[in-house]
């Protein structure tokens, strides 16, 4: 029997079982027992390097150790790295939340397997178990005290959605990704469950703070992520009268609002350049009728007009990207805020940008990087079709302009505003959380794609709205949930405590 039939198999047999256990607990399993056949069991799928795991590797204490690593970018998976056993000189290029997870996989690698090889598996063991249980938070939710007709079909879109191998190849990997989208389900579950006054609201308040803090500090571009957070979660500071959940909830959002400041500030100068390059070259200049125009607006000298779709790491430049004359004369003209204002200005071309995004923002992974070892004998960059139906529908069936998404956000608040409404006027402060948790999460999509266009132009797109992707999916689960449920319009009763 093929591996491919292996894995259909045991699927299909653990769903024959499924009527015996609760929704929420099927959701996990389900999830789980994919989420294993995919990472653990041979062929092994993850992620291949893009060239961005220097910036997270050599600071975490480990380093590539493939012979012939540079001939695999991007077209292979590779699951080994060495450990450095002695003085480790390289500082981590990047402040992130992700270095917590690759401490803690290298030490549990350390303790049950060798001392000087890493395993990534080791660390795509660790997302696997707290995708588990942010996957149960989640569908527990929404099925809580429901009739398990309306449970299981939940359970089971929560399956199709999440257990897509698009999403869990990120674990074998070095990418963020991983921790962003973990992350962001926890955070989610747990709105949720404090909006359904399910288990206890100071053991939710943990989890939703501490997976807030951890998506804020997992990439430099998640650093709005922090502001919308402690702007749109102040009604939740009321959903308790006591003195004491009012104060903490408090402190929590402004714990997360200086957390995506210092996330911001703390982003290397070197980052900075590179992603300010891009959003000039790959953004304002690649967009505009006229560079030369467009140049004079920030006041920068027209030869500069040359750069015009060139890209930070290319070996033939015009000019030294890092050259002194290009500090003073181009990098210094222009920032984030007049980059914004550009956009503002020109109307036209911001859309353009908007929709280029939008073609790569229901795009689960970037479809350059292969799935799959060297040692298997695909072909350099073949990606796993496993488990990926939904991913490929969504790619196929979504309309991928930024018109879409507009109309997706309209239509989301807009079913979701008269329980909130209703719940306002009778004063049940937890009831109306719902639409401000789910506006929320849309703010975050919208700042991965505005963050993406300002900061770094159109590139490496397919990654850096990926915080979008998640939102998109996440949001869209609920929306579904909530139909299939007959909770989209009238919310659910639930009182203050």
Known sequence: MSASKFKWHRMNRFISYSRFISPALLAAIGVLLITVMTLFIPPYIGMADNGDYFRILYGNGLYFSAPDYDSQYLGYFIKNFGIFQYFNENSTDVVSSQSLFIHFSVWINKLFYDQQVFDIRFQAAIYTVLYTIAIYLLVESLTWKIPKKYGYPIALLAIFMFGDTSYTAFFNSFFGESVVFIMLMFMLASGLLLYR???????????????????????????????????????????????????LMSSSLVILLFAGIATYALIPKEFVNINKYHAMTRGILMEANDPEDALSVFGINKQYAILDKSIFYALNTTIDVNSEILEQNFYSQYGFGSILKYYFTHPEQAGKMFDL??????????????????????????QTTFFSGYSQMKKLLTPRTFGFIVIWIVVVIGCYMPSFISALRAKKIREATRLPLVMTFILFGLSGILVSIIGAGDADLAKHVFLFTAAFDMVTFVFIADIIRRRLLRGDQGGEA
Do not use: H, W
Request: proline fraction near 4%; charged fraction near 15%; hydrophobic fraction near 45%.
């Open 197 to 247: 006054n399910r288990y206890n609201d100071y053991i939710l308040l943990v989890i939703f703070t501490l997976s807030a803090l951890l998506l804020t500090t997992s990439k430099q571009q998640n650093a709005p992520v922090g502001v919308i957070i402690a702007c749109t979660g102040i009604m939740m500071i009321f959903i308790r009268k006591q003195r004491t959940f009012r104060v």
């Open 357 to 382: 995004a939008a073609k790569s923002a229901f795009i689960n992974r970037p479809p350059e990087m292969g799935n799959y070892e060297k040692s298997v004998g695909y072909a350099a960059g073949k």
